[in-house]
């Protein structure tokens, strides 16, 4: 499989380990990932509050760089997926592509809509396929329980996503249990992660990304996954601040979905970078058996 890799903003700085493990999954699964570095951020919602053209402008561009090169795109983030996939179903529009057309025919730039966009963990459910991913299995999560959590963009508004149900989603759960893990169903798991208002009213985030830690945690979850770097930041970057808010301590390891991807397939702790997390998964690691040799 050949698919352009849009790594999003925070997969390239603050969240290196995603990219890390992303490339690490790819390179075990046979998925050639095609790079293009003039791809631009996808606004991450903020944009598309203030100006919808422009957004969806910004994201035609970065979907025509994709198109010209005859691939679809990949996307690693929940966040890009929405903004993406919104701009692709917008396009058309007649009051929108008229303006959108103008502001990229300076650039010299044409998207005429045949790319689609995927989500890695679409990408691991449909096109390589469950049975695939476990015939690949090395090291089985041994019964670990853990939450998916699978944050706003991915799954909602549903209509417009087209794939999983916003309120009962499965998929990532599906995944969870071919490699070898417990998922844990709680009602957080589909709910927001509180990052869009870490900036404004972070008092209020910290309290949203710790009721959802804790809901997980009451319903068994040893650790949590999630398919969002945003989510990532929220729950785990600032778990500290969530701890202090709802007043209990969590201490519960989040990992990126290519990294419980990675380890059930036998990459290292090492070569997922795990040891960037401000939470540590060592007290995960440490129940999960050694990958086995083939």
Wanted: aromatic content about 6%.
């Amino acid at each position: 499989m050949r698919i352009a890799y849009y790594p999003g903003c925070v997969a390239q700085e603050s969240g290196k380990e995603l990219d890390l493990a992303t490339r690490w999954v790819a390179r075990a699964l046979g998925i050639e990932l095609v790079e293009f570095p003039s791809f631009s951020c996808c606004g991450s919602g903020f944009v598309d509050e203030a100006n919808e053209v422009l957004n969806v402008a910004i994201n035609a561009r970065n979907l025509a760089i994709a198109e010209k090169a005859g691939l679809d795109l990949l996307t690693i983030c929940s966040t890009c997926q929405g903004m993406l996939t919104l701009a692709n179903l917008r396009y058309p529009d007649p009051a929108v592509r008229p303006r959108v057309e103008a502001a990229l025919r300076p650039l010299g730039i044409e998207y005429r809509g045949s790319v689609k966009v995927k989500h890695l963990l679409r990408v691991l459910i449909e096109d390589v396929g469950l049975d695939a991913l476990r015939a690949k299995v090395r090291r089985p999560l041994a019964g670990l329980k853990v939450g998916a959590f699978y944050g706003c963009h991915l799954l909602r508004p549903t209509d417009e996503m087209g794939w999983e149900d916003g309120e009962e989603p499965h998929a990532f759960e599906d995944l969870l249990e071919v490699l070898g893990a417990s998922p844990v169903y709680y009602r957080g798991r589909v709910m927001c992660c509180g990052f869009p208002i870490q900036f404004v009213k972070s008092d209020v985030a910290s309290g949203i990304a710790g009721r959802q830690i804790l809901d997980a945690k009451s319903h068994g979850a040893e650790a949590m996954a999630t398919p969002c770097p945003l989510c990532h930041i929220s729950l785990d970057a600032y778990q500290n601040r969530a701890e202090k808010k709802v007043g209990a301590p969590l201490g519960m390891p989040i990992f990126h979905l290519p990294q419980v991807v990675g380890l059930a397939l036998g990459a290292t702790p090492e070569e997922l970078g795990l040891a960037r997390h401000l939470v540590p998964t060592e007290p995960v690691l440490a129940k999960v058996p050694p990958a086995a040799v083939h």
